[in-house]
């Protein structure tokens, strides 16, 4: 296993104990540190050519959108929002280059992505709206519609020919952490708080960019 790719690891146990102990000097070295480790692994390992270099933009607005909400989840988050949006979609060209063919999964994966996301975002919108917060709508809404295809996009790789089993199930399995951490920060933040909810949406997260970015390396590594 790569010392970048352990470095990480332990960076995000070291963020998931700053939020559970309110270490804040902690978390402010930790959390980007994740991304930083991330991105200098993919760089050394796989350059940022090809699909490569779409996956390395999407790392670095991550680790902006990480920076502005630690600063302050309720000042920055559209700040925050948008960031992570441009991510996602940097993440969806990585994974659609070249375009997949239009198969019978891939119609199976829009249908049950489709239809469990929009239960859960209408909640959430519906919450958003009781509580005065319309201006969120469309926000939240492009925000939903982006990650959906970029778990899409991901989980399109099992039935990819051109790419390896165990990088397609690593980067299927980090693109679907990473939406669940997403619905755990929005549901903390507009529905109702969860216990322990900001701990469970960072494991998840960061444990779903690094198995995300690991599919790539197992992908595309030299």
Same mark, same amino acid.
């Given at each position: 296993?790569?010392?970048?790719?352990?470095?990480?690891?332990?960076?995000?146990?070291?963020?998931?104990?700053?939020?559970?102990?309110?270490?804040?000097?902690?978390?402010?070295?930790?959390?980007?540190?994740?991304?930083?480790?991330?991105?200098?692994?993919?760089?050394?390992?796989?350059?940022?050519?090809?699909?490569?270099?779409?996956?390395?933009?999407?790392?670095?607005?991550?680790?902006?959108?990480?920076?502005?909400?630690?600063?302050?989840?309720?000042?920055?988050?559209?700040? =925050?929002?948008?960031?992570?949006?441009?991510?996602?979609?940097?993440?969806?060209?990585?994974?659609?280059?070249?375009?997949?063919?239009?198969?019978?999964?891939?119609?199976?994966?829009?249908?049950?992505?489709?239809?469990?996301?929009?239960?859960?975002?209408?909640?959430?919108?519906?919450?958003?709206?009781?509580?005065?917060?319309?201006?969120?709508?469309?926000?939240?809404?492009?925000?939903?519609?982006?990650?959906?295809?970029?778990?899409?996009?991901?989980?399109?790789?099992?039935?990819?020919?051109?790419?390896?089993?165990?990088?397609?199930?690593?980067?299927?399995?980090?693109?679907?952490?990473?939406?669940?951490?997403?619905?755990?920060?929005?549901?903390?933040?507009?529905?109702?708080?969860?216990?322990?909810?900001?701990?469970?949406?960072?494991?998840?997260?960061?444990?779903?960019?690094?198995?995300?970015?690991? =599919?790539?390396?197992?992908?595309?590594?030299?």
């Amino acid at each position: 296993m790569h010392i970048l790719l352990i470095t990480a690891f332990v960076f995000a146990g070291l963020e998931a104990l700053a939020l559970q102990k309110n270490w804040f000097k902690l978390e402010i070295v930790a959390k980007p540190a994740v991304m930083v480790c991330l991105f200098i692994w993919l760089v050394s390992t796989v350059g940022l050519e090809g699909a490569a270099l779409w996956f390395g933009l999407g790392i670095l607005f991550s680790l902006i959108g990480d920076v502005v909400l630690m600063i302050s989840l309720d000042r920055f988050f559209l700040m =925050g929002l948008g960031a992570f949006l441009i991510a996602h979609i940097f993440y969806v060209i990585g994974f659609n280059i070249p375009l997949p063919a239009l198969s019978a999964w891939s119609v199976i994966l829009v249908i049950l992505i489709g239809w469990g996301g929009s239960k859960v975002i209408r909640r959430i919108l519906v919450s958003v709206l009781e509580k005065g917060q319309g201006r969120m709508r469309l926000p939240i809404t492009a925000y939903s519609v982006v990650i959906s295809i970029m778990l899409l996009s991901a989980m399109l790789k099992l039935n990819d020919l051109t790419w390896n089993a165990s990088a397609a199930l690593l980067v299927s399995l980090g693109a679907f952490l990473f939406y669940i951490s997403d619905i755990i920060l929005a549901w903390n933040k507009f529905v109702s708080p969860i216990q322990h909810g900001r701990i469970y949406n960072i494991a998840a997260y960061h444990l779903g960019q690094i198995l995300l970015i690991a =599919g790539v390396v197992a992908q595309f590594g030299k």
